[in-house]
């Protein structure tokens, strides 16, 4: 089973920078997409990026020119490079996995999930 461990949360100051990764073990990721969901205390869990196995991906849309997704297969690691920040960008952020293509966000659709780090957008 795909195995993710998600690091590079903290404290970060609204208009600010941080980078997420998400590193992978059990297989290696180049047949697998790779998504960042995030939940907010009291919310359920919301999808916010995903990049397929081919490099394709996708965006919700209040994240859209601020957040990029990349990946290095070399290094097993999926990152978020998160930028403009702002407080309602405070969550655990996850990081999960799916064969091939990104599908949607629907949790059930990824069977694989890191146990989270936590991001706080807070001046």
């Known amino acids: 089973q795909l195995h993710l461990v998600e690091s590079g949360g903290g404290l970060v100051h609204p208009g600010g920078s941080l980078r997420l990764s998400c590193a992978a073990s059990?297989?290696?990721?180049?047949?697998?997409?790779i998504a960042w969901f995030r939940q907010a205390p009291g919310n359920d869990h919301e999808g916010v990026s995903c990049?397929?196995?081919?490099?394709?991906?996708d965006y919700i849309d209040s994240v859209k020119g601020r957040f990029t997704i990349s990946r290095d297969n070399a290094k097993n690691t999926v990152y978020l490079q998160m930028n403009s920040v702002k407080p309602e960008d405070t969550a655990l952020y996850y990081c999960?996995?799916?064969?091939?293509?990104?599908?949607?966000?629907?949790?059930?659709?990824?069977?694989?999930w890191g146990q989270g780090t936590q991001v706080t957008v807070s001046s």
């Open positions: 990049i397929s196995s081919d490099g394709s991906t």
């Open positions: 999960a996995g799916r064969a091939l293509k990104c599908a949607g966000w629907g949790t059930s659709l990824f069977g694989s």
């Open positions: 059990g297989f290696t990721l180049d047949n697998y997409a």
